[in-house]
């Protein structure tokens, strides 16, 4: 089983905002996410959470950043 650098705090994510180019805020876990907010998701998001079963496979691990600049949200796979 990998380890996600940014669930254990090793690295911050360094993925930046494709409108601003600033470095968007790890907002945690997709998945822990999904249950609560899912309603209010993106399609966008689902979308790229539709291919789940496959990140598991990769040992990738889904996250959610956010954009403080543009309230703009996007999900990353972060390689464990
Ligand atoms: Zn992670
Ligand atoms: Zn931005």
New binding site residues.
Partial sequence: MGV?P??NGLEASTASCPKCERVMEDKG?VMDYFDDYSPYMEIDGMKQIDGYGQTLQLNQ?P?LLFCSQCVEDQVVF?QE
């Fill in positions: 996600c940014l669930c876990r691990c996250h972060i």
